[in-house]
């Protein structure tokens, strides 16, 4: 169960999670 939930929004959640955590580094630097 949990692995099938995995496969299926693991793409897109990772995607968004690497953006915000891009995200965060970017601001931490400019600070």
Do not use: E, F, N, V
Not at 10 to 21: F, Y
């Amino acid at each position: 169960m949990a692995a099938k939930g995995k496969s299926r929004k693991g793409i897109r959640h990772r995607k968004k999670r690497i953006l915000t955590k891009k995200r965060m580094y970017k601001a931490k630097i400019r600070k």
